[in-house]
């Protein structure tokens, strides 16, 4: 147990760290910016259908490919991936629609 308090301690202190700005030994990855026009373009869908795929709000994908925002976190990483493997990720998001629990019925 001591061992795992010290691992999450040594962990919270380098986010601390890196957060203040300061040098760390840990590894940070940050996803590069990405064009989601260009992206939703190769995929060959409307805004309306992209937007419908990937979960993502017709509004917020209107906002990413004019500029007034920029994709953050788990949908700049979605995204990522999407410009990679469509295909993989479509498939991925079929299935699980396939695998969905019954709605309940009163």
Known sequence: MNEV????RQGLQEAIE????QPVNAQVHQPQAIDVKAV???VGMTQTAFAAA???S???LRH???GDRKPQGPALVLLQVVA???Q???RALASGQRHSAPSARA
């Open 58 to 60: 017709l509004g917020t």
């Open 64 to 66: 990413w490919e004019r």
């Open 88 to 90: 993989a990720v479509l």
């Open 18 to 21: 890196y957060a203040q700005g």
């Open 40 to 42: 939703r373009e190769q």
């Open 84 to 86: 990679r493997e469509p």
């Open 5 to 8: 308090f010290e691992s999450i």
């Open 54 to 56: 990937f979960g993502i």
